[in-house]
């Protein structure tokens, strides 16, 4: 088998064909980035304008909503130019920088999650000292720290992939270039990345899912003791908000990642690949506006502005 080498494009197969049915899921794909940007992009303005949500709690957010806004623009424009000028090709720099920013982000929002996780422990189970426990250095540290975590793994991942030699075929079956996909068109034995590259993925997968199952069975165990039943009510609508969140990022990231290599699809890795990268980062500002009262007020407040600018 010929060796190929660095220097040489991939193909990226894509998520859709030029069919009929096809076409109008790429249209709700198009659609569904809009929507993702526009809503994250909203929620961001609110919380950096609206001094009542300067806030822990909300700073947190605007970070998990930055890491959306980024992993759609990580992967939705390239599959949309490819779609439409039919040119599926990426560079090896373009590979790597998607597998980068991908596992940054990817990794960066298991830890904020975890962080989120702990901020509404604190909230619930220790309000008075809240701002003893949650204070804005340890805040940004979380922040930063998640940021690193996530950069880290994403800069080990990307190089050692990319410094595989590739065979001829270089055609990879998926709408954006993801490590898992990429090494299995190695020539040389990558057996003991592959492993070392699960284990990682199961630590920064689980590492952070034990944090919050933690932080989530000691609110659970507070609010059942709570006596006052519109505070339960009020705990439980906040934490359900992220507990949706969670319940959908790693669900599908424990699906792509955590299967065993027997059971996997390429047509199903696609469709939850999809789900994740495109659709989750839509929902996430809806689950959190629909379901909060502070961010329906400085929304309802920002519109207020706008129309009261629109009358001058």
Known sequence: MDHGNITSDFILLGLFDHTAAHQILFGVVLAVMISSLTGNGLMILLIHQDPQLHKPMYFLLSQLSLMDMMLVCTIVPKMVAAYLTGNKSISPVGCGLQIFFLLTLGGGECFLLAAMSYDRYVAVCHPLRYATFMSWPLCLRMVLGSWLLGAADGVMQAAVTLSFPFCNRHEIDHFFCEAPTLVHLACSDSSAFEYAMYICCVLMLLIP???????????????????????????????????????????????????????????????????????????????YSLRNNEVKGALRKCLSHCTALRSD
Do not use: W
């Open 209 to 287: 899912l034990s944090l919050i199952l933690m932080s989530y069975s000691l609110i659970l165990t507070a609010v059942l003791h709570m006596h006052c039943t519109e505070a339960s009510k009020k705990a439980f609508a906040t934490c359900s908000s992220h507990l949706a969140v969670v319940g959908l990022f790693y669900g599908a990231a424990i699906f792509i990642y955590m299967r065993p290599t027997s059971y996997k699809s390429a047509k199903h890795d696609k469709v939850v690949s999809a789900f994740y990268t495109i659709f989750t980062p839509m929902l996430n500002p809806l689950i």
